[in-house]
């Protein structure tokens, strides 16, 4: 083949029709949100811009260039609220069993402490906070549970690492699905992923299970290996079809001379309109958009793909939602433009535009300065309207504007809305005005966390390795590690993280209690009788998650003090015996002499 020529792209590359079908749903479904993707786009120009140039205000014609970063304040202070929501202290996850026979102390202690095993790992919370980055900037936060092997086999050792389930962040921009499906659980779902050669052959080594599969894998590698040398030298491709288009690259061409390869990874549903058959529950990978290099049931027990989805905002007959920062991109906008016009103002005070009348001889802008002009000169300046210069005023409004409809109001940061208030209704304040904050963050964790934990309990089940997990000794404090099998887990019920649904709940009873008990009403004695001090303490215990602490016993303060008062009485007892026994050291009482 001579340099410099075209050849046909589909002569070469042979395309499968079931790849061509998924590749074409891949195109169709990512067109399909090109308009939220440009506005995921302003949002992310304007959250890490340094000044208006890279944002939609660089077509003003502005002296000034400042960006108020409030976008950015409002992203930080949700997120590290969120944080601070979703994991309040070590113990957040609550065992919720299916059965009577899972309903026991040990069982639960056991699949909370392996929970806990797994929420520790550095991995689980960095990949959170990553999910919850994406839930604040796009709306749209999609994670799915995948396994980690660590341990590397050499010639004379084993290096061991961790072994077992990880959580998956799934960049919006890499996943599709129908947008019009009733719901994202039933929808087919294609996941992009750009890796090497390399990796696609070790990915398809260890999905081979037999002899024959493993010699279709090299027989697929082969010829992806042959059509991209025989690119090499080719000006181009007449190409045919444009979900040959793969994205990050000008051409095809370039993208097979690059040395990388395009995994569509597809879950759900298939119909096959040719042979007429309908394919449930399935998963496919498409290499180059045009191979199939793997389709098998797909391995999750559970009924559908575990790839879990929360939406900030939700959209009518749309399942790509709205994210809290994009509708205020405009608020963000006047208040760039309102701050670099007030300071384009005062550029015209401190350096203003002088009117010049007649003859005036060259003069110094300066104090005390001499300007000279013949008979009919004059020299005026033209100051601006100063009134202009209170624009800090309508700045201070639109920020507390923004935070507000994100969301985000100022008492869910440590500040304090103006006005004298009581103390109860501070508290009835903050749990209304904190009201979006925390539906928006249970909403994360009851579609995406909590499904996910259970997801990856389930893989730990499936892969069948035993883990150490690490447990408190509650005579002794003591830390005792022991070995948790897959027969151990499997017990009917689910993890469910309750942090963030019941802080403001309890936060509120507490407050309520206190109100209670401090008024008259709580101290009337007549009152107080009927109310059971046990009980009370024990719901104390219980809102303050107090039992790890082993505080609450019946009727232990009355045992420790006859305690502490035997050893006062011993004490003073033993303080008079040594007051009437003579000391060696003393002389001896005789009697007097003469």
Not at 73 to 84: S, T
Not at 433 to 452: C, D, G, N, T, Y
Request: aromatic share 10%.
């Amino acid at each position: 083949m001579s340099l410099g020529t075209t050849i046909d792209l589909e002569n070469v590359i042979d395309p499968e029709r079931k790849a061509n079908e998924i590749a074409r749903k891949w195109v169709e479904w990512d067109m399909a949100k090109a308009n939220i993707k440009k506005n995921w786009l302003e949002v992310r120009n304007y959250v890490f811009a340094t000044d208006t140039t890279s944002t939609t205000n660089s077509k003003l014609p502005w002296k000034n260039k400042t960006t108020t970063p409030k976008l950015t304040q409002i992203r930080d202070n949700l997120h590290a609220n969120y944080m601070a929501t979703l994991f309040p202290k070590r113990r957040f996850l609550k065992w919720e069993a299916s059965s009577q026979a899972a309903a026991s102390k040990e069982k639960r202690e056991l699949l909370e402490n392996f929970s806990f095993t797994l929420t520790s790992h550095p991995e689980f919370k960095n990949t959170l906070e990553d999910l919850l980055l994406d839930f604040i900037d796009t709306g749209n936060c999609f994670a799915m549970p995948d396994w980690r092997d660590e341990n590397v086999e050499s010639a004379d050792r084993v290096k061991y690492g961790y072994v077992g389930p990880i959580p998956k962040r799934i960049s919006p921009y890499d996943i599709v699905f129908n947008p019009t499906a009733s719901n994202f659980r039933d929808s087919p779902k294609i996941i992009r992923s750009i890796e090497s050669f390399g990796d696609l052959e070790n990915k398809l080594s260890q999905w081979s299970k037999t002899a024959d599969e493993a010699e279709v894998a090299r027989n697929v590698l082969s010829k992806m290996a042959h059509y991209r040398n025989k690119s090499y030298g080719v000006e181009g491709f007449v190409e045919k079809d444009t979900a040959y288009q793969v994205d990050g690259f000008e051409s095809f061409h370039h993208y097979l001379s690059s040395g990388m390869v395009e995994l569509l990874y597809f879950y759900g549903d298939y119909y096959d309109p040719e042979e007429g058959k309908f394919y449930k529950n399935k998963k496919i990978v498409v290499a180059d958009r045009c191979h199939v290099v793997y389709e098998a049931d797909d391995p999750s027990p559970l009924s559908k793909p575990p790839i879990f989805h929360a939406g900030w905002r939700k959209r009518p007959d749309n399942l790509w939602a709205m994210g809290p920062l994009e509708n205020l991109v405009g608020l963000q906008y006047r208040i760039d433009h309102v701050e670099n016009v007030k300071a384009d103002v005062w550029d015209l005070v401190a350096f203003p535009v002088i009117k010049k009348k007649g003859y005036v001889e060259k003069f110094e802008w300066k104090p005390f300065g001499e300007i000279v002009v013949d008979q009919d000169g004059d020299v005026e300046i033209l100051s601006p309207d100063a009134q202009a210069l209170n624009a800090n005023l309508e700045i201070n409004v639109l920020e507390q504007r923004m935070e507000e409809m994100a969301g985000a109001p100022k008492e869910a940061m440590g500040f304090r809305t103006p006005g004298e208030k009581t103390m109860y209704e501070v508290q009835r304040l903050e749990n209304a005005a904190s009201r979006v904050f925390q539906a928006k963050i249970a909403l994360f964790e009851e579609h995406v966390m909590e499904p996910l934990l259970n997801a990856m309990i389930v893989m730990a089940i499936q892969y069948g390795v035993d883990t150490q997990i690490k447990t408190i000794d509650p005579e002794f404090g003591a830390e005792i590690w022991r070995s948790i099998s897959t027969e151990d887990l499997a017990i009917p019920g689910r993890i469910r993280p309750v942090a963030a649904r019941h802080f403001a709940e309890k936060a509120q009873l507490i407050q309520n209690i206190n109100t209670f008990f401090s008024s008259p009403m709580g101290q009337d004695p007549s009152v107080k009788r009927h109310f059971s001090g046990l009980r009370t303490a024990q719901m104390i215990e219980d809102l303050l998650e107090l039992r790890d602490y082993e505080l609450l016993e019946p009727n232990i303060a009355i045992a420790e003090e006859t305690e502490a008062t035997k050893l006062a009485a011993n004490a003073q007892e033993d303080v008079f015996a040594m007051q009437q026994t003579p000391s060696p050291f003393e002389p001896p009482n005789l009697p007097p002499v003469g």
